[in-house]
């Protein structure tokens, strides 16, 4: 996304700086162009020839040094960029971006751009949350200026609080998830998504669950987040990090994940459920773990859980519903009768004995089959990009 887009940097001077260089290095290698505006104060902090090596250009700091490359240089730079992102912003630079102050040559490029303009604010809390900056931070959204919020945490005047500059890949996951917004396919498309399985519990410390790990149902959330959608990932036990920029719901068991769903579902356009779910979950559930007390076989009684898809294809109104379908054996009849049966637009059939498919591993092997009967195959290819493929095909079918 990142990929051959310009980027300006503008470098103010924070004890931060020391972040920028890396942020640099990570742009360059999410294959963007970079080339960093210093002011003077940020140049005591890092010398200028640490970002001329990283982002391999040369670095501009003063309006009055002659530069190569450039005729006019707060103009051309301003016009070269497809993104300004201001990291660390100290309060002064937003203070004169947001009176129109152009006295140097990074407060000049700001007034003369015309790409998005991202600022990332750092300074200590005080300063953060004083109303002069409070007040230039909202005139500079006004006038369509784009603000990470600063994180917090320690800092470096010895405090803790707001006003710590986000780790670089987070800042990047921000540029990210603005530039998905603005040009991303699904934008403005809420899609609700399940992952991982369910668990029931039989005692405080066992509980009867499944082989699913999560990885195609985050990969769904994945791709849909970066392709503008709002996500809200509702998610069984999984070790994997949730994308950024997706609402997550931890849940455990099915009811609890029944519930979660249909809190969301009402605000939904596209549901995927690619969770699995626990079919059955024990009667009785012991209150103190269960001792192995005797030499008899120990009994346990399954009883019924609701099926969550079955129920959202009954209360069905605008929402695109997408199953998922894991056999082992009869796959495509078996997953035609889980559309009739659920009343769904599209389902996902794997055969989870396949090599390369199903569980815990990072490709899959599906076919997508729809109510009309048709059916595409692919071929074996990452999870992220079977959840590509589905997102392509439920915007071709929603778009229909
Ligand atoms: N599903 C669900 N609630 C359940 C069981 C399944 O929402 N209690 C959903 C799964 O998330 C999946 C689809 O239904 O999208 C099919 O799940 P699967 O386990 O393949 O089928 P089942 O309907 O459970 O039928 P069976 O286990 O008999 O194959």
């Known amino acids: 996304m990142l990929k051959g887009k310009k980027i300006v940097l503008g470098v103010t001077g924070g004890i931060a700086v020391y972040k920028a260089a890396d942020l ?68 002064n630079i937003l203070a004169k971006a947001a ?33 002069a900056t409070q007040s230039n931070l909202k005139k500079l959204q006004e006038y369509g200026c784009v603000i990470m919020p600063p994180a917090s945490g320690f800092l470096a005047c010895g405090t803790t609080g707001v006003g710590r500059l986000p780790e670089p890949a987070e800042i990047i996951s921000f540029l990210r998830r603005h530039i998905a917004l603005k040009t991303g ?13 369910t668990r029931e519990p039989l005692d405080p410390v066992r509980f009867v669950g499944n082989r699913s790990s999560g990885k195609m149902g985050y990969a769904v959330a994945q791709a849909a987040a970066e ?17 950024p920029y ?4 931890n849940v455990e068991t099915t009811r609890e994940m029944m519930e ?36 008899e076989p120990l009994t346990v009684v399954l009883e019924k859980n609701p099926d969550i898809l079955k129920r959202l294809g009954e209360l069905k109104k ?35 004995t396949l090599a390369g498919a199903g569980f815990n591993c990072d490709t899959n092997v599906v076919r997508f089959l729809f109510p009309d009967g048709t059916a595409r195959s692919l071929e074996k290819m990452t999870k992220f990009e079977v959840a590509n493929r589905l997102l392509d095909e439920v915007k071709a079918a929603i778009n229909k």
């Not at 990283?54 to 016009?79: D, P, T, Y």
């Not at 997706?246 to 719901?249: D, E, R, S, T």
Request: proline share 4%; net charge negative; aromatic share 6%.
């Open 227 to 243: 392709r503008g959608a709002e996500v809200v990932l509702v998610s069984g036990p999984s070790a994997l990090q949730p994308p």
């Open 99 to 131: 009176a129109g102050i152009a006295d140097d040559l990074l407060s000049t490029v700001i007034l003369a751009a015309r790409s998005p303009i991202v600022f990332c604010p750092a300074m200590n809390s005080q300063m953060y949350v004083n109303p």
């Open 260 to 295: 979660a769903v249909l809190t969301e579902y009402a605000a939904a356009d596209v549901v995927v459920k690619a969770a699995a779910v626990a079919d059955y979950c024990p009667r009785e559930v012991a209150d103190q773990k269960i001792k192995k007390s005797t030499d």
């Open 185 to 197: 396919d699904l934008t403005g498309l809420k899609i609700l998504i399940t992952a991982a399985g």
């Open 318 to 352: 605008h929402q695109f519903l997408v199953g998922f379908a894991a056999e082992t054996q009869n796959l495509l009849a078996n997953a035609a009768e889980k559309i009739q049966k659920k009343n769904l637009d599209m389902i996902v059939a794997n055969d989870v």
């Open 246 to 249: 997706v609402k997550v719901v």
């Open 24 to 91: 640099v290095s990570k742009l360059r290698k999410e294959g963007a162009q970079v080339r960093v505006v210093m002011t003077e104060a940020a140049a005591e902090f890092v010398t200028p020839l640490t970002f001329k090596e990283i982002s391999g250009n040369a670095v501009a700091v003063n309006m009055w040094e002659k530069h190569r490359e450039f005729n006019v240089e707060h103009i051309s730079l301003a016009e070269w960029a497809d993104y300004l992102v201001i990291a660390p912003a100290t309060a």
